[in-house]
């Protein structure tokens, strides 16, 4: 019941492409599927040297920009980079800055008084984005800090009460900014008196238009090769015209590691100049002479030399963002420009406590939330999921509204309302929703919002919450848009003998790869599990062994799919590849992407071929007794964490044994999604029977009893403890068997001593000493967020329809 695979129709590449490109043909057949079909296209692509960048002059605004700052500086005038917190804002603050900086080096710094290059980064908490006038006027009211000239970056565009209150203290300001405007604000902006007359924001624009300077690429045309860049790709630019200016051109290539920063954390689409600055960025990264980011890099266990873009987007970034989302993110530009290497010690291990905490809060926010919603199914009822809660925190919500957004595939709310304040939160989306849209279109209700179709913010009096998440649902079924095929996009399909270091070098060609140019994934089919093992020092990740008809073997790493039941018999394969590198020695390494029984149809991409369907029999939320429901013959009876004593019934592990085709008679509540869908494509049953009772005990006490129980009882025997087997015992996932261990490790009532092959922890008895309060409240609220979890999703069973459990 997984996502439908569809296979990119192949493309074969004309003889001047496959020559021009050279090396494996699989190469050139990538690109022409992608739609880069000519020499003239693929070479810029593949090599920066041979792409030829837009002049920083073609950026509308930038020349003027570029000479307002140039005389400023030669003027000796104070500047203030005014910036924001997210890393975009934070590498183009640093970039600025540290150019600034050294170009104003060129003349004599005052003896006495402030320095002449100065930054202000907004806090998330007390300021949010852009120019807020309450704190424009504390820095202007300030002697010491009173610029001469404002340059944003990464914001501005947008600020019109703040610019005009800079214009009439007297202040020159220079925006920089990547971010849209509407249609008309743009033309107006620009010059041009909008054709549909001014709206309530009239007064706005013409603060905006006051600035000495405006800068933003979304001015461009549609398909100009710049107007893809973030902010500090418009940041660097400007910097490189600065340079030129100043007689130094070329020496900006400097500053390129922070803009592959920026541009990989915005998930910026990788096309044209902000692909070439990427490439060119991560070479300048991996051999960067800046000792903050040498600290980072550091501390995130990094190898420089290795240095990529998911480096950048699973590593890197996470640390910064931690900055913005739980302090002040002017910590960062801090650390970006220091040059005192034990200052850059102590910013970067900030860095990274921040990160520690936020992993721990996104847990017990995510606890919170599922807990509302097993407590109030009916708010899964709306087209959006809108939930509100006193104790959130602010940084946090937009990262657990992303995790609520995968497990119920709809729209997310989440806000937090402290008791006499205005709510606020954050808002994610899934790809056939415009969010913000649709929060626009709620104006009325709201005091504040902004967004674009993934994501977006927003303000209201909480009395108004209820009414907004009314509006919200009617809303989106005007501003569902084209996602596109829905499923899984595979590239191409190969046999694990085509694999090799020489390919996986070859495709890595086409790297950089993310937003605008996504990883190829490859499929082979038909493959049997030779071994399989958990890894990680908690055991939530699984490498499996994959082994075809002529033994022919390759190893597959699946992050968190520890827990995930593997359908019987052959299998096909989705997957992506890297090298691993270990100890000197390199090999190829398979990382997962999808997995399913081999016998299931690949769509070539295209209309979406209908299943045939199932008999169902709905009986869920029906206070029926066992002795009232029909008994169909031979069915199979899932009943976990309870007994059935009228019939004969099953765990799910027993499914991997039942013959096929037999009616599935769904008693208990299935944990998950997962061993739903697991259950109906192992059994494929004839019909299927959904009741959905309660299980045993599932708080947080009944769990770790029973896990204790049964690891006393093991410790008695081998000191073996199956996690499967005691995970459909009790009737939970696996993953909240492991985490009942980490929490009982926490306690010192046990020891997880390793993890074998086939998911079993051997255990020891633990020393019984007192056990640390933040270890363990890390482990509790990891097992609390789990259960939460758990106990929503068997509510959404009971309620949610037949289509929305992937059952029609």
């Known amino acids: 019941m997984s996502r439908p695979w569809l296979v990119t129709p192949p493309v074969s590449p004309s003889p001047a492409l496959a020559a021009a490109v050279g090396g494996h043909p699989l190469v050139a057949q ?7 079909d000519t020499p003239a296209a693929a070479l810029p692509f593949l090599d920066p040297a041979a792409y030829t960048p837009s002049p920083p002059s073609a950026l509308v605004g930038l020349d003027r920009a570029a000479q307002i700052l140039h005389d400023a500086i030669d003027a000796g005038k104070r500047i203030l980079v005014w910036g924001d917190f997210d890393v975009d804002g934070q590498t183009s603050t640093s970039l600025l800055v540290a150019a600034l900086r050294e170009l104003v080096g060129q003349y004599p710094e005052p003896v006495e008084g402030p320095e002449r ?9 007390t300021e949010s984005h852009g120019i807020r006038p309450a704190k424009l006027t504390e820095i202007l009211s300030d002697p010491i800090r009173k610029p001469d000239l404002i340059l944003t970056c990464d914001t501005g565009i947008s600020d019109g009460p703040g610019i005009g209150l800079a214009k009439d203290a007297g202040v020159t300001v220079v925006v920089t900014d990547h971010h849209d405007l509407t249609a008309e604000f743009a033309e107006y902006v620009l010059g041009e008196e909008p054709a549909c007359g001014f709206s309530a924001d009239a007064v706005g624009r013409e603060s905006v238009r ?3 300077a405006l800068v933003n690429p979304k001015f461009l045309a549609p398909n100009d090769p710049l107007r893809t860049l973030p902010g500090v790709g418009v940041a660097y630019k400007l910097v490189q015209r600065l340079y030129e200016l100043a007689g130094r051109a070329g020496e900006a290539v400097q500053f390129l590691d922070l803009v592959a920063l920026g541009i990989v954390a915005d998930v910026a689409e990788q096309v044209n100049d902000a692909r070439y600055l990427l490439q060119l960025g991560l070479e300048q990264l991996r051999r960067t002479e800046r000792i903050g980011l040498k600290a980072l890099i550091h501390n995130a266990r990094l190898n420089p030399e290795t240095l990529d873009a998911e480096s950048i987007g699973f590593q890197l970034g996470p640390r910064m963002n931690a900055l913005g989302r739980l302090d002040d993110a002017t910590v960062a530009v801090e650390l970006l420009t220091t040059k005192d290497a034990i200052r850059a010690g102590q910013l970067a291990g900030q860095m990274e406590r921040l990160n520690n905490q936020r992993r721990l809060l996104t847990s017990q926010i995510s ?39 995968e497990e119920y595939g709809k729209p997310v709310v989440l806000m937090l309302n402290p008791p006499g304040e205005v709510a606020r939160g954050s808002a994610r989306s899934t790809p056939g929703v415009d969010i913000g849209g649709s929060i626009a279109a709620c104006a009325h209700l709201l005091i504040g919002h902004g967004g674009h179709p993934g994501a977006a913010g927003l303000s209201l009096e909480a009395d108004k919450i209820d009414h907004f998440r009314r509006e919200l649902s009617r809303q989106i079924d005007s501003h569902r848009i084209d996602a596109g095929p829905e499923g899984l996009v595979i590239d191409t399909e190969l046999r694990l003998v085509d694999l090799s270091l020489h390919l996986v070098e070859q495709v890595q060609r086409l790297a950089p790869f993310g937003n605008g ?13 030779a071994e399989d093992r958990r890894m990680g020092r908690d055991g939530t990740h699984r490498r499996l062994v994959l082994q075809d008809e002529k033994e022919n073997k390759q190893p597959l790493v699946w992050f968190n799919g520890a827990d995930v039941q593997l359908p019987e018999g052959l299998l096909d394969i989705a997957y992506t590849f890297n090298i691993n590198e270990y100890k000197g020695e390199r090999s190829l390494q398979l990382m997962y992407k999808d997995i399913r029984a081999a016998e299931a149809d690949i769509l070539i991409a295209g209309p979406k071929a209908s299943p045939a369907r ?4 709905d009986l869920r939320g029906q206070s029926l007794e066992l002795s009232s429901l029909p008994q169909p013959d031979g069915a199979f009876w ?24 037999r009616p599935l008679v769904v008693w208990s509540a299935p944990p998950s999604a997962e061993v739903l869908h697991w259950l109906v494509e192992t059994l494929a049953p004839s019909e299927l029977w959904l009741v959905g009772r309660e299980t045993g005990d599932d708080s947080l006490d009944g769990v770790v009893k029973a896990v204790a129980a049964m690891g006393k009882h093991a410790l008695a025997q081998d000191g073996r403890l199956p996690i499967d087997r005691l995970a459909a015992r009790i009737g939970v996932t696996e993953a909240i068997v492991r985490h009942a261990l980490f929490w009982l490790e926490a306690k010192r009532i046990l ?18 000493l007192t056990a640390g309060d933040a270890g363990l409240q890390e482990k509790q609220a990891e097992l609390s967020g789990l259960l939460a979890e758990m106990r929503a999703w068997r509510r959404y069973f009971v309620w949610a329809g037949l289509a929305e459990l992937g059952l029609r």
């Open 30 to 36: 990538l690109l022409a599927q992608r739609g880069i």
């Open 117 to 125: 290059i100065d930054f202000h980064v907004p806090n998330r908490f």
């Open 210 to 212: 006051r600035a000495d």
């Open 367 to 405: 606890g919170m939330a599922f807990e509302i919603l097993e407590k109030q199914p009916h708010l899964l009822d709306f087209n959006a999921i809108v939930l509100a809660h006193p104790n959130w925190h602010a940084g946090i919500v937009g990262i657990v509204a992303s995790r609520i957004v």
């Open 517 to 529: 140019n996504p990883q190829p994934v490859f499929v082979t089919r038909g493959l049997a599990v």
């Open 614 to 617: 199932l008999p169902i029999h």
């Open 638 to 661: 899932l009943a976990e964490g309870t007994r059935l004593g009228e019939v004969e019934f099953h765990s799910r592990l027993q499914a991997r044994r039942y013959p096929k085709g």
């Open 751 to 768: 020891w997880v001593m390793e993890w074998e092959s086939g998911d079993v922890a051997r255990i020891a008895p633990g020393d019984g």
